[in-house]
Nanobody
Framework: QGRLVESGGGLVQPGGSLRLSCAASGFTFNSAVMWWYRQAPGKQREEVAHITSDGRAALYADSVKGRFTISRDNTKNMLYLQMQDLRPEDTAVYYC???????WGQGTQVTVSP
């Protein structure tokens, strides 16, 4: 049974940086396109970025383009999201996701506040 576990969130000041991690298990990670999503309070979950199975291509939401970088290490079954120049509007619970697993993980909370 596949599983995704997010970590790395926290409280950071505007302009700061965080690196989120997602540990994958129970499925063929190196064959899976991977996504990062986020959900802010009172808002719908939205896609942040996704990356191809080989890590060679990625797409970003306009709101994070140029500030966030998605990457993966297929040797470690790990997905990452490097976030820079964080803004209060980036405050949300962040989730990693694959089409191979229907359930969502617990996510990791990112709070950007002075």
């Amino acid at each position: 049974q596949g599983r995704l576990v997010e970590s790395g969130g926290g409280l950071v000041q505007p302009g700061g940086s965080l690196r989120l991690s997602c540990a994958a298990s129970g499925f063929t990670f190196n064959s899976a396109v991977m996504w990062w999503y986020r959900q802010a309070p009172g808002k719908q979950r939205e896609e942040v970025a996704h990356i191809t199975s080989d890590g060679r291509a990625a797409l970003y939401a306009d709101s994070v383009k140029g500030r966030f970088t998605i990457s993966r290490d297929n040797t470690k079954n790990m997905l990452y999201l490097q976030m820079q120049d964080l803004r209060p509007e980036d405050t949300a619970v962040y989730y990693c996701k694959t089409l191979l697993i229907s359930d969502w993980g617990q996510g990791t909370q990112v709070t950007v506040s002075p």
